[in-house]
């Protein structure tokens, strides 16, 4: 119990890490999901929990028409941390980072040209959409890499404090 309500906090604090002033994309919620799905051993605590810290986090800063597109893309950066359950090294945490990071910039985007109407709807249009997020995509590579550091980094640390975090069993 004390591991999921650690876990569980640390993925709350990530979520409204979102309220307080940052760079564009430079947020912890793509590193909380990739973290939700290394450490909740239950798959449906590692898929609810970030979701509903994501959920709490936008009732203050509102919902928009791609919120599906968002949700749909940290419920799959989720399911890759799943991958990261046998060995979190901090090379495969970096790697797995840069794939959350291109994870969300792909469904996300694509979620702007379908539901936006600011690019014609066309091949051209996606590719549109795409190029003129690029700016953004940077910002989201380092807010993935530095606050995966930090949620990967600290439980680690706090497991060889406190011992009762190591798993012994599903939570």
Same mark, same amino acid.
């Given at each position: 119990?004390?591991q999921?309500v650690?876990?569980?906090?640390?993925?709350?604090a990530a979520a409204?890490?979102? /309220?307080i002033?940052?760079?564009?994309?430079f947020?912890a919620v793509?590193?909380m999901?990739?973290?939700?799905?290394?450490?909740?051993?239950a798959?449906?605590?590692?898929?609810?929990?970030?979701?509903?810290?994501?959920?709490?986090?936008?009732l203050?800063?509102?919902f928009?028409?791609?919120?599906?597109?968002?949700?749909?893309?940290?419920?799959?950066v989720?399911?890759?941390?799943?991958?990261?359950?046998?060995?979190?090294?901090?090379?495969?945490i970096?790697?797995?980072s840069? /794939?959350?990071?291109?994870?969300?910039?792909?469904v996300?985007?694509?979620?702007?040209w379908?539901t936006?109407?600011?690019?014609?709807?066309? /091949? @051209?249009?996606?590719?549109?959409?795409?190029?003129?997020?690029?700016?953004?995509?940077?910002n989201?590579?380092y807010?993935d890499?530095?606050f995966?550091?930090?949620?990967?980094?600290?439980y680690?640390?706090?497991?060889?404090?406190?011992?009762?975090?190591?798993?012994?069993? @599903?939570?």
């Amino acid at each position: 119990m004390k591991q999921w309500v650690v876990l569980a906090l640390m993925v709350l604090a990530a979520a409204f890490s979102r /309220l307080i002033p940052h760079p564009w994309n430079f947020t912890a919620v793509g590193a909380m999901a990739l973290f939700a799905g290394a450490y909740f051993s239950a798959k449906k605590h590692s898929l609810i929990v970030p979701l509903a810290a994501l959920f709490l986090s936008d009732l203050f800063l509102g919902f928009h028409a791609t919120l599906v597109f968002v949700y749909l893309a940290f419920s799959l950066v989720v399911t890759l941390g799943w991958s990261l359950r046998e060995q979190t090294s901090p090379a495969r945490i970096a790697a797995f980072s840069v /794939l959350t990071s291109a994870l969300f910039f792909v469904v996300s985007n694509f979620g702007v040209w379908i539901t936006g109407g600011m690019y014609a709807f066309s /091949l @051209q249009g996606l590719a549109e959409c795409f190029v003129a997020a690029i700016p953004f995509f940077g910002n989201q590579i380092y807010g993935d890499l530095f606050f995966s550091a930090i949620l990967f980094g600290s439980y680690e640390t706090l497991k060889n404090i406190v011992p009762e975090l190591v798993p012994s069993k @599903q939570v």
